[in-house]
């Protein structure tokens, strides 16, 4: 045990206490020599208060006053804290007075002096075993009693809320989830035993062995979080949100993991150096990744791209706490300001932003702040920001500005499960108030849509304007394989691809929905000489898309599309030739069950265009089984009034 040690230099008041005595070289007739005042110590020790000072040569023994309690000793120093009759002072001053004495010599001069206690800080508890259930440590010198936590909650077995032995039983603890355990050492009188640093240890869900602790201490810049090292570790794994390590780096190496181009963290887990102590269990560890509280009050700040990504995180720990049986508050988030994805380097190929992949249970307020510029290049599959929005979760005004989504390639024979949508594929929320500002969005097979691919809830008061385009795909598969052109046709709106929920007040300034043709479809084989050469060709040439609206392509039974406005939406290369194509100013299809309503002036030029030329304008409200083509709906089966 370190103690603390303080040198007493008298005649100063430097250091918590004061001295004074005659000058050293004056002698009086008949008077021992004086303690040389500036040999006096102080050191403070779990074992006591220990004064000393140089012997005075022939000095039979040492007269000591302290607060008035008088001692002989014949030695050079003394315990105070052992001194029999002596209670300690409660506010940890002491006034001195030393006096040497000799067989023939009168008392010499006193030197007088004080002193205030700065307390012990005592030797943290050592963890010893575990052993049957029972956890033990070693004592500590000068310690009363322990503070003792199990994952947080104190543990006692007196009525102080302290406890007393060194072994703790874990038994009674439930197996399945991992223990942490804290204990500090504490004195009887804090004045001059002050608590110890906590030990901290971690015991594995089976509660069988002792084991490293995951890293709690983060600090993240610029989406690169680093670490302090935890002690026995030689390796630390990266764990991510898909609970998967991401990296394991060496406890030598530089602590640090750099999540710009890679999946945001969900902890840090040491792999332990000893084998008696298990590798740290991997589960959910707090991260500051955004300022705030997450409150009504005090609402998660994003600022940065990096912040948006963010969301994921605490979205992951909401989840893993409503998996655990817990109602936790939704988390609030609040962009703070606006954001040029421009300065953000590619992500994903030519990606500068990353899909929200974990349900969004929160409330995301915009604060009509402006993302500018995001660039997205995806192979197949879907792409919304998020890709869930959840029932009771809101996502409101934020403007995407210059937004350019391309999905390159679905799979050449079957591109249909293909989407892209700015907001979110799947919708059970509210989206409100999110403006698409001269945004460009291409797919090769799939469908495109400005908001949500699938809305089960409500989408209100959003603004789009800019440009839909559909690909023809053509791209080779490896030789010797069976090559198909695209071949399906697929579906465009502007606010919503299919909606089962409310679409209401929204408004399409200008739209242009754009189509390409299509090969007829060729099945290809390579001949005997290596040759590719076609096997079977059928069909004719086509345009690809079949289904386009300004607001919804497909209104499903209890739909409801409502007071919604555009202002121009041109139709170009879309499919003229087949019986089942529909396309509506305001919807394409609505289904049995499906009401859309409408009023008149907030109809505007809807266009239709078979080739790449300028289309004629539509003029029919409601469209017709000749050509399933209206200002309002393309094909009706279900409910249509005016406002």
Known sequence: MKSVVTAVALCLALFGFAACSDDAEEKNDGKFQAVDASTVQIQERASGIMVSWDAVPTAGGYQMTVNGFKTTVTTRYVNI????GFDLPADGKFDFTLIAQAIGYDDSDPINFTYTAKGVTLDS???????NGVLSWDGVSGASAYKVSVDGKNVTDGGDGLYHKTSLDISGYTAGAALKVEIAALGNNDTYFKQSAVSTVGINAAHTKLMLLPVEGYEVNDGVITWMPVGGASAYRVVDLNMTVAKTIKANDTLRY??????????VFPVSSDKAIADAEISPMKIDYLDGKGTAESPYLVRTPFDLRAVDYYEFMYEYELSGGKTPERNRYRIENDMNFNSVAALDSESNLFTLSRPFYGYLDG???????????????YWALFDFIAEGATVRDITFDGAEINNKLQDAAF???ASVAAVANKNYGTVRGV???DVRFTSVGGSVSGICTYNYGTVTKCTVSGEF????????VPEGEILLYNQACYEMAGVALENYGTVSDNTVDRLDIRGSECDNVTEWKID???NRVAALSYGTPYNNVRCAAGIVSVNRSGGVVSGNAYGTINLIRVNGDYQNQEFGGMVAYNAKGGTVSYGVNKLGTFTYSASGSAGSAVTALNGKSTDYRGKVVGKNDGRVSSI
């Not at 804290?81 to 029999?84: A, D, F, N, Q, R």
């Not at 508890?125 to 052993?131: A, H, R, T, W, Y």
């Not at 385009?469 to 080779?476: G, H, P, S």
């Open 81 to 84: 804290s052992h001194l029999s």
């Open 125 to 131: 508890p050592q963890i010893k075993s575990l052993d």
């Open 258 to 267: 750099d999540m710009v181009g890679s999946n945001l963290i969900l902890g």
């Open 367 to 381: 604060g009509l702040k402006k993302l500018s510029n995001v660039r997205v290049e995806y192979d197949g599959g």
């Open 415 to 417: 591109p249909l499960g």
């Open 435 to 437: 403006w698409l500002k």
């Open 469 to 476: 385009v559909q690909v023809a795909a053509k791209t080779l």
């Open 528 to 530: 005997d000489w290596g």
